[in-house]
């Protein structure tokens, strides 16, 4: 998969400010094919419709947190290949551990710049690409 | 009290239905009708009475069972266990207040109310603003881009003029429509970017106002936290005070001083998840 404009994200977040903000970064960079969701059970609901190619998710959300979602995309045939890129204010190294064992793209620490979510989303691209 | 006007109808429910379903037994009808949180204090009241029965060999447990905790002919027994409540609601408050964590308490609970709007205050300051600059930002932009792609287009037509590609009429058309966009236009856009930066600038007026009311829960929080540790230090087992609570939704790391357990850019998240081999 190269970086498309056109790949379709889902961008999960429980904050509607935090959703803009990943919503208007990723505009800036190029791709305008973007849905939101506020927790992961509305994400995963959204993401079992199908035609989504990127997930941009939060950790700490009710309902369903990042964890749980990133999990149960990971272990669902139809959903595990998807890019997820967690997005969230957990700094713990336990924590980017856990998100990288269950299979996490790539770990972008809140509060974050456009340079590094530009910077993961091209090495998850690339990633992507050469698999 | 709602909880004993709760038990009257309850026990008026109940009376209703135990004489329309005389051959049957009587527990399971009543059960829908207490309002759901009654439900959790039974099974907490349960609990107590069950470890003050057992204590107190004198009431039997089953006459709390639930259900039949509001038959009339269950009242002596209840009674029995509200006194022993009571006394030990007693006991607690006086040791409390020998203590000294009385007057600690009671500040508390009055406190927490406002503490709770105050931080809703808070979150409502700092959704606003965000708002206001993301719409001003959304406003802005266009703008910019407007002014770019106007002067880079201009820019075009000029070097047609500079490489003689443009006729005396196509020159003439240049310059008016140049003079218009350098009189008009642009400061025009200029003005109206202006204007959002400005109302970016005012977004920020919330820092004043919630810096004040952070404060105040900062020392409300640190006056509960002095108070309930000595309380704690006193109470808890010594075992108890060692064990850390782990979990992995712990929010912002707000004080990553002296802390080895937790990163404090992206660097350090990069670096880890090499050294991971991710």
Redesign the interface.
Known sequence: MAADPKTRFLVVDDFS?MR??VR?LLKELGFTNVDEAEDGAIALQKLQGGGFEFVVTD??MPNM?G?TLLQTIRATPTLKHLPVLMIT??????????A?QAGASG????P?TAG?LSEKLNKIFEKYGQA | MSASNDSADLEALFDSIATDYQPVAPQPAPQPAPVPAATGDNDELQALFDSVASENVAPPPAAAGEGQADHPDNWPQQEAVFNRIGQMARILHDTLGQLGYDKLIEKTVSALPDAKDRLAYVANLT?QA??RV?NA?DIAGPLVDGMESRSRDLGAAWDKVFANQMSPEEFRALAVETRQFLKQDLPGQTKATHAQLTEIMMAQDFQDLTGQVIKKIVMLAQELENGLMGLLIEVLPEAKKTEEV?N??????VN?EGRT??????EQ?DD??ES?G?
């Open positions: 400010t803009r903000i208007n950790w700490n947190d964890l204010a957990e700094a713990k190294k336990e924590n980017i551990i856990a990288a770990y972008i620490v809140k974050f590094t | 959704e965000a708002c993301l930002t782990t992995l939704m712990n929010g912002p790391v990553a357990d937790v990163v404090v850019n992206q998240v880890l998840l991971l991710f």
